[in-house]
């Protein structure tokens, strides 16, 4: 008896779907018409056909019914499949990383995809440029690169087609990425790899492969048909390790001193007194999944994000940056005495000191003259050389902060685009040193 009543989804149940008699309801067996808890009486008769008729309660309950399983074929599947079949492929979920520098942020793309093989990220991040090139002659052009699939062209439709392709190409390249254009309709939660070509990928490999949905890779489609254009693959687990995926911008201002405002994503660069170069960057994100937002907790701290980073030499080539001390900008090359007598904005080195040019940058008077300088040189903690526009030749530059208000850049020209250092203080009289 007491099962019975506090069992009410068993009788909603009998509400909604009587027996025609006594006898047949499992629920009305042994009942007598006054209930032996209360004492009261109990109509039995309103589970009948007749007393549902009359006050609607079987409509009703069949309409519920239907409505719940309606929910359970149509709308339970939608919610599920993006939180389920992130974990299809082998291993954590993997991302692919899309950064566009904005110049005072980084503009943060990231796309969940499949994993279908990732034998070589082994929980780091893989960073590359990107290929699009889909045809049987191009696999000397694809070494160190990740090549992209995009499946909605006919000619990448053929590559994955043909196995011998597939495996010359995945003995050049760094990864796979294909850029799915199944239909919705045509998705299955049991397994992400819909068409024949993917199970040709499921044999051992030793570069990842990868596989991104078109609602997700659609809204990027200019970026990654762009070859060159450089994208990550990071999994789940080394989220945290932010340093490793973002570079510095091309933010061009770069300040002198110790202090760098978290807070401020414009700021630029900072020189320190190490020879280090620190930014300070903004990151605006957005995770795509099936064209939704990720579910993962991870990816939401990318969506407004301020860090600093080391920035690194190539991030620092070609960029003609403005030195600044306190915010003030320093526009003009310091003229100072030579040794030989009379002024220069530069001098040059001699063969046992690199052989190459010098100038400097005040704030406040830091040296007088070129042999001071030279001798300033000897407790300089250098940045790495980098790639330089600002000279008629290709240029390398490095630079040193001294006395906190001045900078000494140092350069030597090259031999057009290549690394052969040209002498050219050789014959100049503008030497640093006494001669």
């Known amino acids: 008896l007491s099962i019975e009543l506090n069992n009410p989804i068993r009788n909603l149940f009998v509400s909604c779907f009587p027996t025609t008699s006594h006898e047949e309801s499992p629920l009305g067996a042994g009942r007598d018409q006054t209930d032996t808890v209360t004492g009261n009486a109990s109509d039995y008769r309103s589970c009948s056909p007749e007393s549902e008729k009359r006050d609607g309660v079987k409509p009703f309950c069949q309409r519920l019914f239907l409505t719940l399983l309606l929910t359970i074929l149509f709308v339970v599947p939608i919610i599920i499949i993006p939180i389920f079949s992130q974990k299809l492929g082998p291993g954590s979920q993997v991302y692919v990383f899309i950064v566009q520098d904005k110049f005072e942020y980084l503009q943060l793309g990231v796309l969940a995809a499949f994993s279908i093989t990732t034998p070589k990220l082994n929980g780091s991040i893989l960073v590359s ?26 000619l990448c439709r053929s590559f994955l087609e043909r196995q011998q392709a597939i495996n010359q190409t995945l003995m050049s390249v760094k990864g796979l990425i294909i850029l799915d254009s199944t239909p919705f309709e045509k998705w299955r939660v049991s397994s992400p790899y819909l068409s024949p070509y993917f199970t040709q990928m499921m044999e051992s490999s030793d ?3 990868l596989m991104v949905r078109e609602p997700d890779w659609r809204q990027y489609d200019t970026f990654l048909a762009t070859d060159n254009n450089k994208i990550s693959i990071v999994r789940e687990e080394s989220l945290s390790d932010v340093k490793n995926i973002f570079s510095c911008t091309k933010q061009t201002k770069l ?23 620190i930014e300070n960057i903004c990151i605006k994100g957005t995770c795509s999944q099936y064209g939704r937002k990720c579910v993962s907790s991870e990816i939401k701290r990318f969506e407004n994000l301020q860090v600093p980073i080391l920035c690194k ?45 010098l100038e400097l940058y005040q704030d406040q008077t830091c040296s007088n003259s070129w042999n001071q300088v030279e001798l300033l040189t000897e407790k300089c903690k250098w940045t790495d050389w980098f790639k330089s526009k600002d000279h008629i030749h290709r240029a390398r530059v490095r630079l040193c902060v001294v006395q906190s208000s001045c900078i000494i850049k140092e350069s030597y020209n090259t031999q057009g685009d290549s690394d052969i250092k ?5 014959n100049i009289p503008e030497k640093c040193y006494s001669v």
Request: hydrophobic share 25%.
């Open 129 to 154: 440029t990107i290929s699009t090139d889909c045809s049987l002659d191009s696999y000397n052009q694809l070494a160190d690169r990740i090549l992209l699939v995009n499946t909605s062209k006919p």
């Open 207 to 209: 570069v990842p492969i």
């Open 255 to 277: 300040n002198i001193g110790e202090y760098i405002d978290e807070s401020d994503c414009q700021a630029g660069k900072t020189l320190m007194s190490n020879g280090s170069i």
């Open 313 to 357: 030499a190539e991030d620092l080539d070609d960029l003609k940056l403005e030195f600044r001390v306190r915010g003030k900008k320093l526009k003009d090359k310091a003229t100072l005495q030579l040794p030989s007598g009379g002024s220069e904005t530069y001098c040059c080195r001699s063969s046992q000191k690199n052989g190459t040019f």
């Open 422 to 426: 040209l002498d050219q203080c050789q």
